[in-house]
């Protein structure tokens, strides 16, 4: 962007590395959001997580071993997922497989996740392509659903994914499915349907984020390989096993401590979920929960040399033999006689705790008095009822939070104070101008540099042109530009709604390291890691994303109700918005 110092090539190998471990350390505290979404992003599972002897081909046909199993006591396995989502591709091919091998023992239920509009009309994440993928794989699902026949062509689909749907025809000739069968439906109505009443699964089950995974109607959140599927599916039969379940290797046993401290209700709050998901993961492991305020919990925080809670402690030795290790090894640090997985902790038990009325630091300054809480939610002074949003200019996810949040400005208006923020990752994707906008890689953005350059021309017209432009501008760059040619496409956007286009040019080549430092500062401080992270005076939201909702947080915080506050705001957000970036 113009203005930015140009991009050093001589930097140090320790300079970057660090980079790096800034990178990865931002990849994991995001996974804290997301449900633990770290550990199935980690390496390409189709490529290297398949057992040896069932690789996956879309030229492969599949044969499904038989048995004499009882319908009541097979073993159900719901998928619900979005066709052109990387995740949700990934372990349609590695249960693949294990259905090839086992399916006779599963009664597996393959569904997707999209918005019903009517009218035979649908909203997904990933745009059109993918409602019309799902509606494709379903009409072949109903066709050739016997033996999971199927699979074969969603498998060869996924090869190339980007091609999807394109591709559906050639992957159903390429598999020996019925073409003119599959046309008819994908073409007609009844494709439609099927898709109509697999949203209602989906809806059923809640799921938001794709895969989202039930076994025998529990939700399942260990790994996604085919080694994985095989032992959830296998530890979950009652009777006679298949042989695919004698040939698996046993799990080596080891205990993980986990060291918390009760006086951080977020860090209770979320352990439970993380260590069920280590728990499926690693089936040796055995835990053991220690509190950072007792004589123990604070020797081994001194020991380990860990800064923030919680911390997960393996042990140095005796875990490399499970069949998970290897995609969660990268993603350890030394902490004395363990190791430390890093999940995005940031709870430091040494300074004060800011809203619990104690003295934590012995200073004789209780909570906001103390200096460690400046800059914190819980101690920022708002004047009126302040909704502060954080969010990536491209983020689907934040674009949706966006689009919600506009109504209920334009009901309050200055009523209401609000606040976007922009989250930016210091070191991101290893740095580099493809991420980063200054020479030292500490603004840079998940979906490119391109995105944080929007980020601060949308920061430069709210302050040009106040809080209604912005919400005018971002929601219009929403539907015109993307993170790809947003340096390109944003004049003429700017042009269309009476903006000065050279203004937002100087302001951004000036105050681009004003604005980036700022929310990065106030990022950190407010523990916002994801898009959208969402705040209602300075507590955290966790409502609906609808306008409604975002409304009635806003008008609980009122002295006075102002009148405006009766009025209900209609409109919806998609099935996949309580997700995050």
């Not at 006779?104 to 993928?133: A, C, M, P, R, W």
């Not at 989250?423 to 991101?428: F, L, R, T």
Request: aromatic share 10%.
């Amino acid at each position: 962007m113009a203005g930015k110092p140009q991009k050093k090539e001589d930097k140090k190998d320790d300079q970057m590395m660090i980079s790096l471990d800034k990178a990865l350390t931002a990849i994991v505290v995001l996974s804290l959001a997301l449900n633990f979404y770290l550990f199935y992003q980690v390496g390409s599972l189709k490529q290297d997580c398949l057992p040896t002897g069932m690789a996956v081909s879309g030229a492969t046909t599949t044969t499904l071993k038989t048995s004499n199993v009882n319908p009541q006591d097979k073993i159900k396995l719901e998928f619900y997922v979005m066709s052109q989502c990387p995740y949700g591709t990934q372990v349609i091919d590695a249960i693949a497989p294990v259905l090839k091998e086992m399916g006779d023992y599963i009664d597996f239920h393959l569904d997707y996740i999209v918005t019903d509009l009517g009218d035979g009309k649908f909203q997904s994440l990933h745009g059109q392509n993918e409602v019309d993928g799902n509606i494709a794989q379903l009409c072949a699902i109903k066709y050739h659903g016997g033996g999971y026949k199927y699979m074969d062509m969603l498998v060869c689909m996924d090869e190339t994914m980007s091609n999807i749907p394109k591709n559906w025809e050639s992957c159903a000739q390429k598999t020996g499915l019925d073409v003119a069968k599959l046309k008819a439906c994908y073409e007609g109505d009844e494709g439609k349907q099927l898709l109509s009443e697999s949203s209602v699964k989906a809806k059923a089950r809640q799921a938001s984020g794709s895969p989202t995974i039930y076994i025998n109607d529990a939700r399942y959140s260990g790994g996604r390989t085919s080694a994985d599927f095989t032992r959830a599916i296998c530890n979950a039969i009652t009777g006679e096993k298949p042989a695919s379940c004698q040939s698996l290797p046993e799990e080596p046993k080891f205990e993980m401590i986990v060291l918390n401290d009760k006086r951080c209700s977020d860090c209770v709050s979320l352990t439970p979920s993380l260590v069920a998901q280590l728990t499926q993961m690693f089936p040796g492991m055995s835990v053991k929960e220690v509190d950072y305020m007792s004589a123990e919990g604070k020797k081994l925080y001194q020991d380990t040399g860990v800064e923030v809670l919680p911390a997960l402690l393996f042990p140095k030795t005796g875990i490399s033999q499970a069949s998970n290790y290897a995609r969660i090894q990268g993603y350890f640090e030394p902490a004395g006689n363990y190791q430390s997985l890093l999940v995005g902790a940031s709870f430091n038990p040494t300074k004060e705790v800011c809203d619990n009325g104690i003295d934590d630091t012995g200073n004789g300054k209780v909570d906001c008095e103390d200096a460690d809480c400046d800059g914190t939610p819980v101690c920022h002074n708002f004047e009126k009822p302040t909704l502060t949003f954080f969010i990536m200019s491209y983020c689907p996810y934040g674009n949706m939070a966006e689009e919600a949040i506009e109504p209920a400005y334009r009901l309050l208006g200055d009523k209401a104070k609000f606040e976007p923020k922009y989250i930016y990752y210091e070191g991101y994707g290893g740095g580099g101008p493809n991420y980063c906008m200054d020479d030292e890689d500490l603004y840079c953005s998940m979906h490119g540099v391109q995105e944080a350059n929007q980020n601060i021309r949308e920061n430069c017209v709210q302050d040009l042109y106040g809080t209604g432009a912005w919400f005018d501008f971002a929601l219009a760059m929403n539907d015109a530009c993307t993170s790809q040619n947003a340096d390109k496409c944003w004049e003429a956007v700017a042009e269309k709604l009476g903006y000065d286009v050279a203004a937002i040019k100087s302001c951004q080549a000036q105050d681009y390291e004003k604005y980036a430092s700022a929310d990065l500062a106030m990022s950190k401080s407010w523990d916002a890691t994801g898009s959208p992270t969402v705040f209602v005076n300075g507590k955290l939201y966790s409502g609906s994303r609808t306008p409604e909702g975002y409304k009635q947080a806003l008008c609980a915080e009122f002295e006075d109700t102002p009148a405006e506050c009766a009025t209900q705001l209609s409109g919806d957000t998609t099935a996949v918005a309580s997700g995050q970036c």
